[in-house]
């Protein structure tokens, strides 16, 4: 594998969530020297960001950037809690984050497959809403005979897992509302 191959690998990419490029109105500065910036979403950790551009982006919501290494017309990239995004960023988290998931179905099936006890009395597929006791020793049970390998056998084979790509999302959207949880098994979590 050569250099640039590696490099191109280890760029940590975002999702725009929402565009301002002429500036945010509540920065105080007048209109005509504010920073065009953007809030995205990071694909691999789901960290959340604010990046300023040196010039106006030719980019739109639900578009790629690089954010490290910042590619030319970045200015800067600093990590951001989900208090401190737009609310169109906020409101459109969910449905980018679905689309995330939904990409990289193998990765997230592999949560099922591959959670882990986190302490004696917790598991990581606790941490899922709606995932009891119960339903975590089915998921379990199920693995055992057999790996999962799609969101839809999860679902046909683990009776009252109705939707195992929802439960995901849920998960990671709480984490990024709650910055505070004691748990985090998705957001700023890099499994490269």
């Known amino acids: 594998m050569s250099d640039s191959e ?14 301002f490029p ?11 020297d504010r920073e065009p910036l953007a809030y995205a979403i990071g694909t691999r ?15 739109a919501i639900d578009d790629e950037v690089a954010v490290d290494p910042p ?3 970045l200015k800067r990239v600093r990590n951001v809690e989900f208090e401190d995004i737009s609310s169109g960023a906020q409101s459109e988290l969910e449905y980018v984050v679905a ?11 592999a949560f099922y497959n591959d959670a882990q006890p986190i302490t004696l009395r917790l598991h990581q597929l606790n941490l899922l809403p709606g995932i009891g ?16 390998e799609s969101f839809e056998e999860l679902e046909e084979r683990v009776a009252g897992l109705h939707d195992p790509k929802g439960v995901l999302v849920e ?17 700023g979590r890099s499994d490269e």
């Open 45 to 59: 950790d789901f960290r959340l960001f604010e990046v300023v551009f040196s010039e106006t982006p030719d980019v």
């Open 6 to 19: 590696r490099e191109a690998e280890a760029a940590v990419h975002a999702v725009v969530l929402d565009i």
């Open 171 to 187: 998960r990671i959207l709480e984490e990024l509302r709650d910055d505070d949880l004691k748990y985090k098994a998705f957001v």
């Open 22 to 32: 002429n500036g945010r109105s509540s920065d105080g500065r007048a209109g005509y």
């Open 99 to 109: 689309e995330m998931v939904e990409a990289d179905e193998d990765r997230f099936v």
């Open 71 to 73: 590619g030319d017309t």
């Open 133 to 148: 006791k119960k339903l975590r020793n089915s998921i379990l049970d199920e693995r055992k005979r057999k790996p999962f």
